[in-house]
């Protein structure tokens, strides 16, 4: 063999490699080619015959042989392969009959939904809305409104007990606020009359949990303070956020009631939305035809004087009711747990 051999044989096999119509037939050129018993090794073996004149230049012209077949193998390859991607790609098609991948776009729960709705009706009569603490001090709890150790009224609010991180001090116990009445009195010690403020917030109790009952559940409280505020504007207020929460028919009723920190004190109904009074059976009200709603009263004069307020020149009106209440009632739940088994089921209806 000759370098021109060598050239030819080249030439015919990028010719062939060119025309391989598919990986297989390309497969099988490389092995007739550049196979470990390929035409190139054959022609390998051929240079230990010639004179060594010409071995140099029949090496050279191997080499390039080599070069050129490896290259065409090379570029045959990447268009087979390019080629048989289209292929794939055009036999594919879109399947517009699945159905399309759930976006979950999340929302308030409904307890925020009635803590919101709260602070916007009683920002429209001009209340600010206030958040506290929801671990307290005993003082705030209790003793600042009129609820000293051992008074019998404390069987009403029994709460958890925390043991304070700072080192248990006796005389300072802190506790999960079994009402958002405390923040009455941090409110009042931070500023001066005329008040109104409405805190939304989240309370605990020691409570064994029922359809109505929770150990953690939200109240919102109201306080306002001012001079010549009287039991008409209290009434007023509620009347006023009774018909903005459940319609412009609402009647409210009011009942002799008893809180250590108000006096005098009342207990707010709504009259039943649901039935107004009308079905005995009704689910709502139980038959009742009134819904009782929050406590209230004017603040107790001991309260107003430990935060150093003078009764004689300010008094002022208070009010606390429960969120789930509201909220049962806005979304006819029938059972308070439903809202904090996070049971999406239920939740996303709202
Ligand atoms: N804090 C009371 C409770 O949890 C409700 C309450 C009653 C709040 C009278 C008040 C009030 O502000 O004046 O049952």
Redesign the pocket.
């Known amino acids: 063999m000759t370098g021109e051999d060598l050239k030819e044989l080249a030439n015919r096999a990028v010719a062939e490699i060119g025309a391989a119509a598919d990986e297989a037939a390309l497969e099988a050129a490389r092995v007739k080619y550049l196979g470990r018993k390929g035409a190139l090794n054959e022609a390998t073996k051929g240079i230990a015959k010639l004179p060594a004149a010409e071995k140099p230049g029949y090496g050279a012209a191997l080499n390039e042989a080599k070069g050129r077949i490896e290259a065409a193998l090379d570029e045959r390859g990447a268009a087979l392969r390019a080629k048989s991607l289209d292929r794939d790609l055009g036999a594919e098609r879109e399947d517009m009959t699945l159905p399309p991948r759930r976006v979950r776009v999340g929302r308030l729960h409904p307890i925020s939904q009635t803590v919101r709705e709260v602070s916007r009706i009683f920002g429209s009569l001009g209340f600010e809305t206030v958040e506290g603490p929801e671990i307290e001090w005993d003082y705030y709890a209790f003793e600042a409104l009129n609820i000293p150790a051992g008074h019998p009224a404390r069987e ?2 029994q709460t958890l007990w925390i043991s304070n991180p700072l080192g248990d001090d006796p005389s300072r116990p802190l506790l999960g606020r ?4 405390p923040m ?1 009195v941090r409110v009042m010690e931070k500023r001066k009359p005329p008040i109104r403020v409405v805190i939304p917030g989240r ?1 605990y109790r020691y409570e064994a949990t029922d359809a109505i009952r929770e150990s953690i559940f939200f ?1 919102y ?3 306002a303070i001012d001079e010549k505020l009287t039991m008409a504007d209290l009434k007023g207020t509620l009347y006023a956020f009774a018909r903005q929460v459940f319609g412009s028919d609402r009647k409210i009723r009011f009942r002799i009631d008893y ?1 250590p ?2 006096e005098p ?1 009342a207990e707010i109904a709504f009259d039943c939305f649901a039935c107004e009074g009308r079905d005995p059976e009704c689910h709502v009200c139980g038959g009742d035809g009134w819904i009782e709603a ?4 004017m ?1 107790h004069p001991d309260v107003l004087r430990r935060v150093g307020y003078d009764p004689s020149r300010y008094q002022g ?5 429960g969120i789930e209440r509201l909220a049962m009632l806005r979304t006819g739940a029938p059972d308070i747990r439903l809202f904090y088994q996070n049971d999406l089921r239920y939740l996303e209806q709202f």
């Open positions: 009403k609010w079994p009402h958002t009445s009455q309370c109240q409280e109201g306080l809180f920190f108000t004190s929050a406590g209230c009263g603040v009106f208070a009010f606390g009711g």
